[in-house]
């Protein structure tokens, strides 16, 4: 066996096991294909079948039917005509209504955290900052997707707006993703720009922290716009 079908085949037993522990089964079905499809297992335009997800998740087709169809409205799946269910792939506009949001989200996040954050909440932050350089340095893309996302919901949970809370929670799965596609070239400058903003934070310099969250969604706006127009 190849060393990527071992993985693969590893991959699908620890998702079957964590599928296995927990119920609902749909929802850890949609967890698993989520993480997949972020993460890049199953790349942009690759066909997913049925009977190849209940294979992979070591389930039957009726949750994955139901976690599709969630995988769909959610924008990570697309049905096409004659091919079927396939990862989608994010185009130009859907990453410029995804960076329009973050633009009015983020530096009003970031302002709120700088007022509100505690010395726990600081030490939190930071110890993100560290993990994603290291990750960042080990080229651990995959993981400073993950660790960009858990600042970035961070922020807006130490900011206490309950209502910035509730509706962040998908849009970071799919920052996660758009930041994932690009992850190579975008890491160290986005580490950058959160060590900024961090120390801003920490600072208690709203003014200043708003306007780095800014330039911050514009930079990553930048550089995920510049990857979909360019070749390739």
């Known amino acids: ?49 049925e009977d190849r997800l209940a294979e992979d998740f070591g389930v039957s087709r009726n949750p ?21 269910v396939v990862v989608a792939s994010p185009d130009e506009t859907t990453m410029r209504d995804l960076f329009d949001v973050r633009a009015r989200l983020e530096p009003l996040a970031a302002r709120l955290a700088a007022e509100r954050a505690g010395d726990a909440d600081i ?3 930071r110890d993100l900052l560290a993990q994603a350089r290291t990750a960042t340095d080990a080229r651990d893309f995959a993981r400073v ?9 961070r922020v807006i949970d130490i900011g206490g707006n309950v209502w910035l809370t509730t509706v962040t929670g ?26 900024r903003l961090v120390e801003a934070i920490a600072a208690h310099d709203a003014d200043t922290a708003e306007r780095l969250a800014a330039a911050h969604v514009e930079a990553a706006a930048a550089a995920a716009l510049d990857r979909e127009g360019s070749p390739g």
Do not use: C
């Not at 599928?19 to 967890?31: G, K, N």
């Not at 930041?179 to 400058?189: D, E, I, N, S, Y």
């Open 170 to 195: 998908s849009l970071y799965r799919h920052v996660q993703w758009a930041f994932r596609l690009g992850a190579a070239h975008r890491a160290p400058h986005s580490w950058t720009e959160h060590v």
């Open 64 to 84: 994955v039917r139901e976690a599709l169809r969630t995988a769909e409205a959610e924008g990570f799946v697309v049905v096409l005509p004659r091919r079927g």
């Open 145 to 153: 997707a993950v660790l960009n996302s858990a600042l970035h919901q």
């Open 123 to 125: 030490a939190g932050l």
């Open 1 to 49: 066996m190849k060393a990527a079908d071992a993985r693969g085949s590893a991959e699908a037993r620890s998702d079957a096991a964590a599928i296995a522990r927990q119920l609902p089964l749909r929802d850890q079905v949609l967890d698993a294909l989520r993480a997949r499809i972020i993460d890049g297992a199953y790349a942009p335009g690759e066909r997913l079948t």
